[in-house]
């Protein structure tokens, strides 16, 4: 086994690196960044302080009218700016770019819309920032410039000590060129320590900025739900008004024909002439079944007969149909415990589908392995699916052109997120494309504990 060491100067280089970097920071721009954004902070607290205290006084102080219910409400609303420029200011002066919170939505009906204002969380935290962001701020800002006019006042004391009154200045004992030297080196020192005592009270402001004035997960979470259900009201209304149209360009016109040369053979079996019965029968036959073909295809797409039987059954018959080969493994702990949710099935395997499709159309690929398993995750199961393809790679998630219809990649991730599932893709150019997916094992008979999607062929 051979173990790597690291050469003595290349160790030698890094600390040099590190004591330059703690010497220079005093005269780093981020540092200077810092305290003007201590000193804007500073500026900005009273307004904002008197805001956060005219907020409460009116919400407390008109409780008992409508009116003054609506100018609370406002004002609460209102806190969403004072967060918008506190985030600024820390993205412009701290490099701390925090995203914004999720959009206020607008309730219909009188005493919904005024509820939504006075308890908008965005608001309330956002003056919440403002009340807390205050004693740190004043605090930083006193520290911080302490340790500069103090640093720099002792650096420079030997310039201008002669100046001041006797009360003011020194002891004459330090009025000598040792003592000077020695003032001047402690002002040095003091110069030094005074960005890492002033990003203390930074990083306490970063972190109240990333608490306060950030979307929260619960909130990123329902605006994803709500993006996944439209997405899949309008995956669901495309895929509607394409069986329509494929029920009325094909199998409708299909049926039209049969019924049209079943009359002309009727006419000709009235008036004796059976030249070409037989062919018109024959014709009206292949049509007939080749219009049965297509419903049951359709039919197939919808939902698949092999569901019936179970996700196995229904995995083992799409990989003997698949134009090329694939290998299929479902663990037998799939179904050991029953049936999954409908919602669920569907999702897993109109999702292997595209996937099958995709690697045979697009990846021109000659092989496809199929892992389905459940691994315990607590009190419940997490449904584990990679489908990997030896094609030739490239594959990236490509966003909703507009047309109202989620397809590919992209669809397939919005239909796992709709069930609180994840994808992933790992696809370099050359191949092996991966995706992995995850969803909850939801049981048939216990969907009305989660919140589940439906699931089409994309």
Same mark, same amino acid.
């Given at each position: 086994?051979?173990?790597?060491?690291?050469?003595?100067? &290349?160790? #030698?280089?890094? %600390?040099?690196?590190? =004591?330059? /970097?703690?010497?220079? *920071?005093?005269?780093?721009?981020?540092? @200077? +960044?810092?305290?003007?954004?201590?000193?804007?902070?500073?500026?900005?607290?009273?307004?904002?302080?008197?805001?956060?205290?005219?907020?409460?006084?009116?919400?407390?102080?008109?409780?008992?009218?409508?009116?003054?219910?609506?100018?609370?409400?406002?004002?609460?609303?209102?806190?969403?700016?004072?967060?918008?420029?506190?985030?600024?200011?820390?993205?412009?002066?701290?490099?701390?770019?925090?995203?914004?919170? &999720?959009? #206020?939505?607008? %309730?219909?009906?009188? =005493?919904? /819309?005024?509820?939504? *204002?006075?308890?908008?969380?965005?608001? @309330? +935290?956002?003056?919440?920032?403002?009340l807390a962001a205050l004693p740190v701020t004043l605090a930083g800002f006193i520290v911080s410039t302490a340790c500069l006019v103090l640093g720099f006042g002792g650096v420079t004391y030997w310039t201008w000590f002669w100046s001041l009154p006797p009360e003011l200045a020194m002891d004459s004992s330090w009025h000598t060129p040792a003592g000077l030297a020695l003032v001047a080196l402690g002002g040095l020192v003091v110069l030094v320590l005074w960005p890492s005592a002033q990003s203390v009270f930074v990083a306490l402001l970063k972190l109240l900025t990333r608490v306060l004035l950030g979307p929260t997960a619960a909130s990123l979470r329902v605006a994803e739900l709500e993006r996944s259900r439209a997405g899949t009201v309008q995956d669901a209304d495309a895929r509607l008004r394409r069986i329509e149209r494929d029920l009325h360009d094909g199998t409708q016109a299909r049926l039209v024909?049969?019924?049209?040369?079943?009359?002309?053979?009727?006419?000709?079996?009235?008036?004796?002439?059976?030249?070409?019965?037989?062919?018109?029968?024959?014709?009206?036959?292949?049509?007939?079944?080749?219009?049965?073909?297509?419903?049951?295809?359709?039919?197939?797409?919808?939902?698949?007969?092999?569901?019936?039987?179970?996700?196995?059954?229904?995995?083992?018959?799409?990989?003997?149909?698949?134009?090329?080969?694939?290998?299929?493994?479902?663990?037998?702990?799939?179904?050991?415990?029953?049936?999954?949710?409908?919602?669920?099935?569907?999702?897993?395997?109109?999702?292997?589908?595209?996937?099958?499709?995709?690697?045979?159309?697009?990846?021109?690929?000659?092989?496809?392995?199929?892992?389905?398993?459940?691994?315990?995750?607590?009190?419940?199961?997490?449904?584990?699916?990679?489908?990997?393809?030896?094609?030739?790679?490239?594959?990236?998630?490509?966003?909703?052109?507009?047309?109202?219809?989620?397809?590919?990649?992209?669809?397939?991730?919005?239909?796992?997120?709709?069930?609180?599932?994840?994808?992933?893709?790992?696809?370099?150019?050359?191949?092996?494309?991966?995706?992995?997916?995850?969803?909850?094992?939801?049981?048939?008979?216990?969907?009305?504990?989660?919140?589940?999607?439906?699931?089409?062929?994309?």
């Amino acid at each position: 086994m051979q173990t790597m060491t690291l050469d003595p100067r &290349v160790r #030698r280089s890094g %600390r040099s690196r590190g =004591w330059t /970097r703690w010497l220079g *920071a005093p005269l780093s721009s981020a540092t @200077w +960044r810092s305290y003007c954004y201590l000193w804007l902070m500073l500026l900005l607290g009273p307004f904002a302080l008197a805001y956060v205290l005219v907020t409460v006084a009116v919400t407390a102080g008109a409780a008992v009218t409508v009116v003054g219910l609506f100018v609370a409400g406002g004002l609460v609303v209102g806190g969403r700016w004072w967060g918008t420029t506190y985030r600024r200011l820390a993205g412009h002066l701290l490099d701390t770019h925090v995203a914004a919170p &999720v959009p #206020r939505r607008t %309730r219909r009906g009188f =005493w919904p /819309r005024l509820g939504a *204002a006075l308890g908008d969380p965005v608001g @309330w +935290r956002a003056l919440l920032f403002a009340l807390a962001a205050l004693p740190v701020t004043l605090a930083g800002f006193i520290v911080s410039t302490a340790c500069l006019v103090l640093g720099f006042g002792g650096v420079t004391y030997w310039t201008w000590f002669w100046s001041l009154p006797p009360e003011l200045a020194m002891d004459s004992s330090w009025h000598t060129p040792a003592g000077l030297a020695l003032v001047a080196l402690g002002g040095l020192v003091v110069l030094v320590l005074w960005p890492s005592a002033q990003s203390v009270f930074v990083a306490l402001l970063k972190l109240l900025t990333r608490v306060l004035l950030g979307p929260t997960a619960a909130s990123l979470r329902v605006a994803e739900l709500e993006r996944s259900r439209a997405g899949t009201v309008q995956d669901a209304d495309a895929r509607l008004r394409r069986i329509e149209r494929d029920l009325h360009d094909g199998t409708q016109a299909r049926l039209v024909a049969v019924g049209m040369q079943l009359g002309e053979a009727r006419e000709q079996l009235v008036s004796g002439e059976t030249d070409t019965l037989g062919e018109l029968l024959e014709t009206a036959h292949a049509s007939t079944k080749d219009a049965l073909a297509e419903l049951r295809e359709l039919a197939r797409g919808i939902h698949p007969p092999a569901l019936d039987s179970g996700l196995a059954v229904a995995l083992e018959t799409l990989a003997a149909r698949a134009p090329l080969p694939v290998a299929a493994d479902i663990d037998p702990e799939v179904e050991a415990g029953g049936r999954l949710a409908p919602a669920i099935e569907s999702i897993v395997y109109f999702s292997i589908a595209e996937l099958v499709t995709n690697a045979a159309k697009h990846a021109h690929a000659s092989r496809v392995q199929v892992r389905v398993e459940v691994a315990a995750d607590g009190g419940s199961g997490i449904l584990h699916i990679r489908v990997r393809d030896d094609g030739v790679g490239g594959a990236t998630v490509v966003a909703p052109d507009g047309s109202g219809l989620r397809s590919g990649l992209a669809g397939l991730a919005e239909r796992v997120g709709s069930v609180d599932g994840t994808f992933e893709l790992s696809s370099p150019v050359g191949g092996p494309t991966v995706v992995t997916m995850t969803l909850p094992a939801v049981r048939a008979g216990t969907e009305g504990t989660h919140r589940t999607g439906t699931g089409s062929r994309a």
